[in-house]
């Protein structure tokens, strides 16, 4: 009875457009309540869900990615896209994708993608001739490689879920995110092709360095990211504070386009964020509590291997689940609910936790550009002032695009695991 109080709640609030760390609490204080427990054990259980040291890199990363597009990275980063392919037909709309695959280096959060760059490359394009619904649908679909390539925050969920290295999912995300852009990228070509979209002439081999030149300090952020990771220099949380440090440096004294006057406010924004991100884990650590005492991790596992356990059809029976979900749940709440159960159910039919980890964070990547519950869509829309369906029926050849290379990182472990398998070790 308990337990279908707790699900009951749980919908009954979601369908009613409740936050979602808002139906998590509340579910979980009903069932609390129905169960006789003492109510102390929700902040109990919210202070062990965010007391884990690896989750304090999500503030830093976050300040990191604000500095840096306070400080002129978004205009640097789109100069260097379109000089790279804006010269090819339908190029303004692979410089957005180029444009996301190094924003996503710095942000590591996918709504952070639409909202920095669609308000530059949204009303760029349909100035440049593209229509308004596409505009927005390649700026929505191209956001999700952000949180595949490093850094990205979904990751340090995952790594705080499962003990996972998050240097290995940050290294394991990379291949699958490239894939992910030139999958999109070459759906762009395509489409542009068939609908004459416009291209820009080419600039020279001067517009070309001097972009890179101009993007280099943004560009290498990444870089230092990384590195700090594989050399064991530092830890993914003073990665994060010495990114923060280094987004500082290059924004108000490299490119000299951060006022000092404005990092009150990107210290506030950033800390909203931060925290609306760790309350959501805090409730959803009770929330999962709950599943946990309930034994649901166990029963979706038995209930799957009592259909089947081969390791292929679990895959595909894993993936329709999380595409589903991710049309409803934001993504970090879809991971700490059902992450270690699934994990559970896929080490036990051979499936390696890294290759797992990496192909359930790029189901919920696509859930950020599909209806109902689309964040990315929803953002893209607002950015081009138009409804939400013109949207949807072009953004369908990207997620058919993104499912074509989900499906390939799923069935191939290669994708996931050689780059941080062969850099850090089995």
Not at 18 to 33: H, K, Q, W
Not at 149 to 161: E, K, N, T
Not at 262 to 286: E, R, T, Y
Not at 368 to 373: A, D, E, F, I
Request: overall charge neutral.
């Amino acid at each position: 009875m308990e337990l279908f109080l707790l699900l009951a709640t749980f919908a009954g609030t979601l369908a009613l457009g409740v936050p979602v760390a808002v139906c998590l609490g509340v579910a979980s204080l009903a069932y609390i309540v129905a169960a006789g427990m003492p109510v102390v054990i929700i902040p109990q259980r919210m202070y062990a869900g965010m007391d884990v040291f690896v989750l304090l890199c999500i503030p830093g990363f976050i300040l990191a990615g604000n500095l840096m597009n306070f400080g002129g990275i978004t205009e640097r980063i789109i100069r260097l896209a379109n000089a790279l392919v804006g010269w090819m037909r339908g190029g303004l709309a692979m410089a957005n994708v180029a444009d996301s695959m190094m924003f996503g280096g710095i942000s590591g959060t996918a709504v952070a993608d639409v909202a920095a760059t669609g308000g530059v490359m949204i009303p760029g394009m349909v100035k440049s001739g593209y229509p308004p619904a596409f505009s927005a649908a390649i700026t929505a679909a191209s956001s999700t490689v952000g949180p595949m390539i490093p850094p990205s925050v979904p990751m340090i969920i995952v790594g705080a879920l499962s003990g996972i290295s998050v240097g290995k999912l940050f290294l394991a995300g990379a291949v699958p995110g490239i894939v992910m852009g030139v999958g999109m990228a070459i759906t762009c070509y395509i489409l542009a092709v068939r609908n004459n979209y416009p291209r820009h002439e080419w600039k020279g081999f001067r517009e070309l360095f001097v972009a890179f030149f101009s993007a280099f300090w943004a560009l290498a952020m990444t870089a230092l990211i990384i590195g700090g990771l594989l050399t064991g220099i530092a830890t993914p949380t003073e990665t994060a504070i010495v990114a923060s440090i280094y987004a500082f440096v290059v924004g108000a004294f490299v490119y000299r386009e951060l006022p000092l006057s404005a990092i009150p406010k990107i210290l506030i924004d950033s800390a909203i964020s931060s925290a609306g991100i760790l309350a959501l884990v805090g409730f959803a650590n009770v929330f999962g509590s709950i599943l946990a005492a309930e034994r649901i991790p166990q029963m979706i596992a038995s209930a799957v291997l009592s259909i089947t356990d081969n390791k292929y059809v679990v895959i595909i029976l894993i993936n329709i689940l999380l595409l589903i979900v991710g049309m409803f749940m934001e993504t970090i709440a879809a991971l700490i609910i059902l992450f270690v159960p699934l994990l559970t159910l896929a080490t036990s039919v051979g499936i390696d936790p890294l290759h797992f980890a990496t192909f359930a964070v790029l189901n919920l990547m696509i859930g950020l550009t599909t209806p109902p519950v689309g964040v990315c869509l929803f953002v893209a829309c607002n950015i081009a002032r138009i409804p939400l369906m013109p949207v949807v029926k072009a953004i369908v050849p990207f997620l058919i695009s993104n499912i074509v290379v989900l499906l390939l990182v799923s069935y191939v472990p290669f994708f996931a695991t050689w780059l941080p398998n062969t850099l850090m070790g089995e």
